[in-house]
């Protein structure tokens, strides 16, 4: 594992923390960006909260959204995507999906999140954006964003395991993403 992640058996508080915003004028946040991209360049992942390699500044990196299972084991693939002081505006419908994280070692747990989430963030150049997510990219952007308020995904579970990277890929093929509402209100418990 790399020495810049920071993880549930020493780092724990560092990772309970409430990222602050990034201040565009004062914040360094280019090279952040860039210590994102490093990092995500060498491993097989989703997304990053900065939070989790010693930054805590409320930025996400997406590196793989998609639902293609082909993407997702190539770790050249890289959407670039970085979202700046990231803010819910609205969410809806119901999914499940196990969930792993760098920062959790090997513990797992099936979490619910919403369908469709509406976001607006700033890109690394200040401008404003208004997106809406759906399917795995919402799960993606709600457990990176609940990083960056000290929340992990073993919170939200109540069935927390531990499985190998291996074994979760298994997992993931037999149970694959479940989408069991589209439009039911979502009522965020944290």
Same mark, same amino acid.
Request: charged share 35%; net charge negative.
């Given at each position: 594992m790399d020495d810049k992640v920071k993880t549930i058996d020493k780092d724990l508080a560092f990772l309970?923390?409430?990222?602050?915003?990034?201040?565009f004028i004062h914040d360094n946040y280019i090279e952040w960006v860039e210590e994102l991209q490093e990092y995500c360049?060498?491993?097989?992942l989703f997304?990053?909260?900065?939070?989790?390699?010693?930054?805590?500044?409320?930025?996400?990196?997406?590196k793989n959204t998609t639902e293609d299972v082909s993407k997702n084991a190539n770790s050249n693939y890289d959407e670039n995507q970085v979202l700046i002081n990231p803010r819910i505006v609205s969410m809806q419908g119901h999914t499940r999906y196990l969930e792993r994280c760098g920062?959790? *070692? =090997?513990?797992?747990?099936?979490?619910?999140r919403p369908y469709m989430v509406e976001v607006e963030y700033f890109d690394i150049g200040g401008a404003k954006h208004k997106e809406i997510f759906k399917g795995l990219k919402a799960t993606i952007f709600f457990h990176e964003y609940d990083h960056l308020n000290g929340i992990l995904h073993i919170d939200r579970s109540d069935n927390v395991t531990k499985k190998t990277y291996?074994?979760?890929?298994?997992?993931? *093929? =037999?149970?694959?993403?479940?989408?069991?509402?589209?439009?039911?209100?979502?009522?965020?418990?944290?």
């Open positions: 309970r923390q409430k990222s602050v915003e990034v201040d360049s060498r491993m097989v997304a990053l909260a900065p939070v989790q390699i010693g930054i805590p500044k409320r930025m996400i990196y997406f920062s959790c *070692l =090997d513990f797992v747990g099936e979490v619910d291996e074994e979760t890929k298994q997992y993931r *093929l =037999d149970h694959p993403y479940k989408i069991l509402s589209k439009s039911d209100e979502y009522i965020d418990k944290f």
